[in-house]
């Protein structure tokens, strides 16, 4: 089974069902969404991937973005698609956040595509003209399509994660991850520019018909307290 399977047997299983909660504790900001409004913007970002920015099955992404709901559409564009991702700098694909323009040329000189996301609610556009060269993601995703037919479909084989010189497969990931989470998991994840462990919890999340709930905090000691209320609130099982 591809990670691709497995969210496409996911969403046909309980399409309704909520499987990303996200807080940010700066802006007040919750959002959910459910299976169907998932796969609806990971379709978009596919299309998007495969008939804006041309990639292939030998297309690495770097998806350097925080801990957030828009970090999980891209992890899952990206397999879906048949594009390996990495959280590092280093590929001609790059997606950064906000904060990530300022550095992003410096670190990744080869990089030929710069796609920004803005990150403010309800993925809104940018309200400020972004650097000559770089993509609006949110400006651009809205007018692909709500299905996607991949030219390149990802095999138990594809590389599915590209870090340090490691490489992930599909069957990799999606074996690794089969029995992490018992069923109907509701998992925590707490950070801020950390988004990493969200290549592994994704897929066990998928795995076990659960939900992530994912809280972006700059210093989770201090917010200790809100965190636990939203961990009682949203009925966390594991953190």
């Known amino acids: 089974m591809t990670l ?7 969403a046909q299983t309980d399409a309704a069902r909520p499987v990303v909660t996200f807080y940010d504790l700066e802006t007040g900001e919750r959002v959910e969404l459910s299976l169907t409004t998932a ?34 559409v891209w992890v ?25 323009l300022d550095t992003v040329s410096a670190e990744n000189d080869d990089a ?35 299905r996607f037919t991949p030219y390149y479909p990802p095999g138990n084989s594809s590389p599915a994660v590209r870090e340090d010189g490691d490489v992930l497969t599909h069957a990799d990931l999606v074996a690794e991850t089969a029995d992490r989470y018992p069923a109907g998991a509701r998992v925590m994840l707490v950070g801020d520019r950390d988004a990493v462990p969200l290549l592994h ?28 209320a939203i961990a009682d609130t949203e009925r966390v099982t594991v953190r």
């Not at 495969?50 to 957030?68: A, F, M, R, Y």
């Not at 564009?77 to 991702?85: P, Q, S």
């Not at 919890?201 to 000691?221: M, T």
């Open 201 to 228: 919890v994704v897929p066990a999340v998928l795995h076990a018909s659960g939900s992530l709930v994912l809280v972006r905090s700059v210093d989770p000691e201090a917010d200790r307290d809100r965190i636990t």
């Open 39 to 72: 796969a609806n913007w990971v379709a978009k970002t596919a299309n998007m991937l495969q008939d804006t920015l041309g990639t292939d099955d030998e297309t690495t992404v770097d998806v350097l973005l925080p801990l957030h709901w828009e970090t999980v």
């Open 76 to 100: 899952l564009a990206c397999w879906v698609a048949g594009c390996a991702v990495s959280m590092s700098p280093g590929d001609r694909i790059v997606v950064v956040g906000p904060h990530g």
């Open 4 to 10: 691709a399977e497995l969210l496409a047997s996911a």
């Open 112 to 146: 030929d595509e710069i796609i920004a996301l803005s990150l403010r609610p309800l993925g809104g556009r940018f309200t400020t003209p972004l650097p000559a060269g770089v993509i609006d993601y949110n400006a651009e995703v809205p007018s692909h399509g709500d």
